[in-house]
């Protein structure tokens, strides 16, 4: 034998006597299960099963954690809007307007088949309460071409009421007119409520006006200015018993009570500017576009919206336009006679004004 193959067969022994050693260290200090341990393969670990993703609805849903919460989708052809809360009993708040070259937005339904005859019994808006089974509701949309809006030629009134009385014979002061008979004021939300009127919202009116969405034709908006008391008394309790939507104009430095129903939704009538001027015509015409913006974005905080305002006694001009606008305000309603048309001036809306005595059918006649 070689001393080479000598030296390997050495080189073995030894390497199997620590072997040999360590494996009895390891059976003095940790017991035979610990050895059993250390000679026993591993045995292989089994994955985790992945959990399947939530889908987007579900992951709003569960990010809400709110069973009120109800998520809503969009359906429709080109429609690309994703799906949003709601809170159900709650009116429906910021439903999207889509945009499309050559087309006016018909609108959203809770239905396919409502939604191609642009049914407005069917239609959905900022004027319903959120309904849906199993926190979740898929809305339908539609559109229509830009011409054949146009031609469908809709216009909407906006009824303009100021206080209210229970005496059928009306209030016997300078004032007489401004005050409709809440009798009057019943007859004219039940009409309004059971005969087929849509109720747009603002964001609707804007749009109209724009060309971007269709309103029916039998279409109506339900505003009161200055907020006074008899509206809180006496015409809020109507407003909510026919579940109309309604607009308060709040003059925000005499009051800025909290909404009294879902139905009502407070709007500027500036804070501070329902005032004579220098010349004895309002502040809105007297003041500069600066100083309307500054009032008007006190009023728009303390009202957390700026959306749209009435101008204090009807007074406006070019300034005030231009502060209304500085302010952020897209729309702004005047006293003017007239209903409000695909490009008519949103800075000057024209309303159909409400006095003591105008029944029924004096509404009837207005407005259909």
């Known amino acids: 034998m070689t001393g080479r193959a000598r030296l390997a067969i050495s080189a073995a022994a030894v390497v199997v006597l620590i072997a040999a050693v360590l494996a009895v260290f390891v059976l003095l200090r940790g017991g035979p299960d610990e050895a059993e341990a250390v000679a ?19 992951q709003l849903l569960a990010d809400a954690d709110d069973p009120s919460a109800c998520a809503v989708e969009f359906t429709g052809d080109g429609i690309v809007d994703a799906p949003m809360l709601q ?6 708040a910021g439903l999207p307007i889509p945009a499309r070259e050559g087309m006016a937005f018909g609108g959203w339904y809770s239905a396919p ?18 309904v849906c089974e199993d926190q979740r509701i ?34 016997d002061h300078w004032l007489r007119g401004n005050y409709a008979y809440i009798g009057d004021f019943d007859a004219h939300m039940g009409h309004i409520a059971t005969t087929g009127f849509y109720l747009p919202t603002w964001d609707e009116l804007s749009a109209f006006i724009d060309g971007r969405l269709y ?23 109507v407003v909510d018993a026919h579940g109309v939507l309604a607009t308060s104009f709040m003059v925000t430095a005499y009051r800025s009570d909290p909404a009294p129903s879902i139905h009502v939704l407070r709007r500027s009538h500036t804070h501070d500017m329902h005032e004579a001027g220098d010349d004895g015509q309002g502040r809105m015409v007297n003041w500069t576009a600066d100083e309307i913006a500054a009032d008007l974005n006190t009023s728009g905080d303390v009202l957390g919206v700026r959306e749209v305002i009435a ?55 207005l407005i259909g």
């Open 138 to 171: 898929e809305l339908f949309g539609s559109w229509m071409p830009s011409e054949q809006n146009a031609a469908i030629g809709t216009r909407v009134p906006i009824l303009m009421y100021h206080q209210f009385t229970t005496r059928p014979e009306g209030e």
């Open 215 to 237: 309103l029916p034709p039998r279409s109506v908006i339900v505003t009161d200015d200055d907020a006074d008391q008899t509206w809180f008394d006496l015409a809020v309790p």
């Open 87 to 92: 809170t159900q009993g709650a009116l429906y």
């Open 311 to 365: 101008y204090p006694f009807g007074h406006y001009n070019d300034t005030a336009k231009q502060g209304v606008a500085q302010a952020g305000y897209e729309m702004a309603r005047t006293i003017e006679p007239g209903t409000v048309a695909i490009g008519t001036d949103r800075y000057a809306l024209p309303v159909v004004r409400i006095d003591y005595g105008m029944g029924l059918d004096s509404l009837i006649s």
């Open 113 to 130: 088949d409502a939604a191609t005859a642009f049914d407005p019994a069917s239609r959905v808006n900022g004027a319903d309460e959120v």
């Open 40 to 58: 026993a393969p591993s045995p292989s670990a089994t994955p985790s099963p992945t959990p399947t993703p939530l889908t987007e609805i579900e």
